[in-house]
């Protein structure tokens, strides 16, 4: 059983991902008609800017001895499939979009859009739950709802072992 730092550390970058989503495609879709692609880059550039600070925490509770370098190693490991997954998707579009793109302007970009994605969170997650703006955003929606389906079970894990770390006296 994973111990409830590390699960907690899982939790919070999961829930990067799902924080992330409704407003990154909100503020995506201001420069239509690039599509799927541009909402799929936009979203993991967001999310890897959030992983970025998760990251810093995972440093941050390896060195104090509550998770394993595995994990943290693991969490780096998915840091660099966001920012694959987000860069291939731009590639296709940089040209018609009329900018450079490249790995350091992609997570620089990715820190504004990170703050703009939160701020337009409460806002865009309406549209979100009813289906999206626009039909090329559906399998985006999919992998949302599997990945807040994630947090869902992991916040109920997290909730287990830290009572069973209690009832243990190790919390």
Known sequence: MMR???????????FSFVLTMPG?????????????SKDLATWMS?????????????VYE??????????????VFVWIITILVGLTAQSG???QMG???????????????LFLSLMLFPRALPE??????????R??????????????FLSIALYKQKTREKAQGTG
Request: charged residues 10%; positive net charge; proline residues 5%.
């Open 62 to 75: 390896w060195r104090k001895g509550s998770i394993s370098l595995k994990s943290l190693v693991s969490l």
């Open 46 to 58: 967001c999310a890897g800017s959030a992983l970025i600070f998760v990251i810093l925490y995972g």
């Open 99 to 113: 900018y450079r793109c490249g790995f350091s302007t992609f997570i620089i970009a990715g820190f504004p859009g």
């Open 24 to 36: 990154a495609v909100a503020f995506a879709n201001w420069d239509a008609p690039y599509g799927f």
């Open 139 to 152: 399998p985006l929606i999919v992998v949302w709802c599997i990945l807040l389906t994630v947090v869902i």
């Open 128 to 137: 979100i739950l009813a289906g999206g703006p626009y039909p090329y955003d």
């Open 93 to 95: 579009i940089c040209g």
């Open 4 to 14: 409830s730092e590390t699960l907690k550390l899982w939790l919070i970058a999961v």
